[in-house]
């Protein structure tokens, strides 16, 4: 079974055209891999699809612009497949 | 439709907030000053303005799934395909449905047809954000009434 980190490079390799190979645990979606805001859309899309849950995209960048976290907090590849572990956990509880 | 004011729905048909689906009526006038240049002798839609009807018909759909409390701005066009010419007093209908409601976005299935033949179709994203201010949002709410999207009372 694929780790939520393979699935979601996947996505990011597919959408964004990424090499796949250049997608690290460390990788930064936005300023390493170039997804930009509208690239991100299609990418929560096939996530959301992928885990069965929606991505907070709006709070995340609520929380940041309001300077309540960083970016690396979500953005980071490591980070946020946590983050979709999370909500995949608490969709389950 | 008014081409010129880029109001492009005339009457919402029916809408199924459960069923994210949305039909609405645009009627093609004989008339317009987009005839005139496109194009002069041989007058047609131009598909731009179908593919803006399909994202009004859309956004009408997304505006009262969000209760009017939220506009939504047309972010990404894909897989459109415009199969046909449109002519002026053309009947259309468009059609959407709700394919993803996202965080902040939405992705639908939108088609035009006319007399039952497909027209174009497309999968659009929409963004979803508060109104900017309350004369935009007046001003929606005023074109939601015209066109029966919203029913009070």
Known sequence: ?93 | MRLEYFEMIDKVESIDLSAGKISVHAYVPKDSTVFEGHFPGHPLVPGVLLIEAMAQAAGYLILANEKFERMTFLAAVKEAKLRTFVLPETALIVTSEIEHDGSGYTMSKTAITADGKKICNARLTHRTLPFENDDLKGHVLERARVTGLLQEG
């Open chain 1, 1 to 93: 079974m694929s780790s939520t980190f393979d699935k979601v490079a996947d996505i990011i390799s597919d959408i964004g055209d990424v090499e796949r190979e250049k997608i690290t645990q460390d990788s930064h979606v936005i300023s390493d891999l170039e997804i930009d805001s509208l690239d991100f859309l299609d990418v929560a899309f096939s996530i959301d699809k992928e885990f069965d849950i929606k991505v907070p995209v709006e709070d995340w960048m609520t929380e940041i612009n309001d300077g309540n976290a960083n970016a690396e907090d979500y953005f980071i590849m490591k980070n946020l497949c946590a983050k979709i572990d999370e909500l995949q956990s608490e969709k389950a509880a």
